[in-house]
């Protein structure tokens, strides 16, 4: 509850930033709009007073406060729509999207880092270790496109983008197989650069925890390096792969604009996207603030698990 | 078919570029019969907040809503018109009535019958009214009065030129329901969002951010047609994928170079996949260096002469259309073939020549070789205007000039060349509306305030040219019309408040399956009634 309390004033900041940043950009949602249409659609004067964009700073500012406690975050210039409505029609996929590509990076990332920390140094670790600095610097959009090439026009196992096979109507079972081949290919691309990142982080700290002395201890007892893998080196390296997590969910949400528009995915990150440069303030700010209470709401998983895994975290803050 | 398959008619007047062009989509394979079925998956470039088109006149909206909602009359190849929902007009001697006979038996999506009250409506409410272009065409239009469920007499107040109307019809009449629109705020009326028309193709879904799903009208006037049971536009924001999805058979169609021109060679080449460069020629873009003539240096003449000749065009149509684009002489496409004054001259690229206007104009180079410094803002809609705009601070860097390039997101672009006349240079890219009078002369004429996108926002002012203009305006006769706008056309060379370079088309990307396809001037934007799917 606290925890809650304590992120009012974030969120607050976050909100007030977004928008102020917005409005300060050249051009509104009326130029933004002619631009596309090349100046059909309505006058300029009579569109700013539809679209409630004219008037002075102060004005919009109080409107948009309005809008912000109406319940419904205010109108979406952009869509004409309630800005709430908006954003929820996108916010399931990008949740299965996000939770898919985190789970694939603890998962993989896990148990790959696992495999290279049970005995750094060997040829398997730097097998690992070398693939995961690559693929970490390979920028998403290009392996988004990559992988799209490889898996899906030259051999075509998978489709090349959205979220349903359009034009044949699939119920059932194959609708959900078909929903699930659709969201393969962006999670890979969303999430193997984090499987690297948690690998990594895995294997630095198991390599650590070779080094402690209860272990070096143990292994002078006679314990045997497999036995103690899992039970002394790996529990306490896993702690700094969940923090990561619960890091990498804030910049998951940036990612995906570039996978939901190399994926034509109609999710969160693209909308943030068209609310900037179509200069829509109450949907930029309905994005940040739906956002931020996705990654608080991670965090506060993340301190739970870690609270789990770790008894001697989160006693005092619960 | 694994041969690059460019069928690009190219303008009159000009030769087949190579032996090479294949002529895949034409006639012999139109041929073929017709199959009934199947739904035909297009990339969909965007989504307009408004896709009424009979509001918002952009190919942007026309693209999806052209085969919902239909206009009086299409675009013939070769020139002249097909009628749609008018099968006929004329005009009177005194160019204050045109009379229009409908098609009588259509209905709309929706089971009522179409009639000439619909056509009146949307005339006096929308196209005069709500219509940027409409605003131009239909100024002097008094009323349109209904003396029969099939006619309609448009009564202008003022002389109103036949052949201005007529270009008008294709992109500039989409007719409207009235029994859904009368009485309401037609610009938020929720059928703006979700069409009834007449067209081949019914609306059926809009998924915000993932598709539109037209489906097939049972009851369309044309007997038999459409042949496709329905067409999705797949929204598809990078063009990466559009050409792989293409590849991969996921979408068999998209148009408006949404495959990149620099794929265009390898693209074609790809089994089961044809690239057509025809069907553009009736929505001709021009690539314009927009000048500010408030400017000191640009409001010498000699200067914008001197800034026109350090543009090589040839440079311009090869290596940055890559051969897809024609070098403009003046600001009448060549593409229209009535109104192009095909004995214009323009500047010729001549580096030596530039120098030599800049020396005469008094601006001496300085130290370092710069006669003085500019603001270039290339508008960001085009991977072709951005281009441009980098050659042509090359360009100007030959002749002394130094542009410092300005790159703004589309909103700020707009403001800063058409609000706050914030530039020196820019790049634009007007369409050319199938009339001077429709898009064209708006670029030149005075008195426009800012805050008007697209017009003239150069500071240029001339009474001669407003003089010729609006003389044209009311010109009834076609040939004293035409001649008025090789005038137009002639002070427009000599001034150069702007400079035209290039008039360009585009480029469709389609499966072999997809056919019919480009068979007329304004396809792309046209009701793709008779498209099918072999297979």
Known sequence: MTRIIAAIPTMAFVVIGAFVLLSLAPGDAVDAYLAQTG?????????????????????????????IFSGHLGQSIVHGRPVLDV??????????????????????????????????????????SASALIVNAIPNFWLGLLLMLLLAVRAPLLPVGGLQTLGAPLTGWSAVIDRAQHLVLPTLALGLGYVALSMRALRAGMAETWRADHVRAARALGHRRRSLVWRAVARPAILPVVVLAGQQAGTMIGGSVVVETVFAIPGMGRLAFEAVSGRDPPLLVGVVLVSTVLVLAINLIVDLTLARLDPRIGAADA | MSSLNVTRRRFIGT???????????GPSRAQDAPRRGGVLIVAADGEPRNINPAIVASNGVFFMASKVIEPL???????????????????????????????PGVSWHDGKPFTSEDVAFSAMEVWKKLQNFGRVVFKNLEAVDTPDATTAAFRFSAP??????????????????????????????????KLVGTGPFKFSEHRPGEYYRLERNPNYWDEGK??????????????????????????????????????????????????????????????????NNARKELSDPRVRRAI???????????????????????????????????????????????????????????????????????????????QFGDYLK?????????????????????????????????????????????????????????????????????EEMDGVIAKAASEIDPARRVALYRDFQQIANRDLPIIHVAEWTFITVARDSVRNVANNPRWATSHWADTWLSG
């Open chain 2, 160 to 193: 109103t030129p036949l052949q201005l109307v007529e270009n008008a019809l294709p992109a500039l009449t989409s007719v409207l329901p009235k029994h859904i629109y009368a009485g309401t705020d037609i610009a938020a009326n929720p059928a703006n969002v």
């Open chain 1, 39 to 67: 100046g059909s659609g309505g006058a300029g004067d009579d569109l700013r007073r539809r679209w409630g964009v004219g008037g002075s700073p102060p004005e919009r500012m109080a409107a948009f406060a309005a809008g």
């Open chain 2, 73 to 103: 009359a299409e675009m013939t190849p070769g020139g002249g018109f097909t009628p749609r929902l008018a099968l006929s007009w004329q005009g009177s001697a005194d160019g204050r009535l045109v009379l229009f006979k409908l098609r």
């Open chain 1, 87 to 128: 954003v929820m029609e996108r916010l399931p996929v990008t949740l299965t999207l996000m939770g898919l590509s985190l789970a694939l990076a603890v998962g993989l990332g896990g148990a790959l880092g696992l495999v290279a920390g049970a005995r750094p140094g060997a040829p398997r670790d730097r097998a690992l």
């Open chain 2, 15 to 25: 030769t087949i570029a190579a032996g090479s062009l294949a002529t895949g989509a």
């Open chain 2, 226 to 291: 459409p042949y496709l049971d329905g067409i999705i536009f797949r929204v598809m924001p990078d063009r990466g994928a559009i050409a792989a999805a293409t590849e991969a058979n996921q979408i068999q169609l998209s148009a408006f170079s949404a495959v990149p021109l620099a794929d265009m060679a390898r693209i074609g080449k790809v089994p089961g996949v044809k690239v057509i460069a025809d069907g553009y020629d009736g929505i001709t873009y021009q690539l314009v260096v927009e000048i």
């Open chain 2, 308 to 386: 026109a000749h350090a543009i090589d065009r040839t440079f311009v149509t090869d290596t940055i259309f890559l051969g897809t684009a024609k070098a403009s002489n003046g600001p009448i496409p060549l593409f229209d073939k009535v109104m192009n004054d095909a004995t214009l001259n323009p500047p010729r690229f001549d580096v030596a020549r530039a120098n030599a206007l800049l020396d005469e104009a008094g601006y001496p180079r300085g130290a370092g070789g710069a006669r003085f410094s500019l603001r270039l803002l290339p508008a960001p809609w085009f991977e072709q205007t951005r």
């Open chain 2, 394 to 462: 090359q360009a100007l860097r030959a002749v002394g000039i130094d542009a410092q390039i300005v790159n703004n997101d589309p909103a700020a672009h707009t403001k800063a060349v058409y609000t706050d006349r914030a530039y020196d240079l820019a790049i634009g890219s007007p369409v050319y509306r199938n009339d001077p009078a429709i898009s064209t002369t708006v670029l030149y004429e005075s008195g426009i305030p800012p805050g008007v996108p697209f017009a003239n926002q150069y500071n240029y002012k001339s």
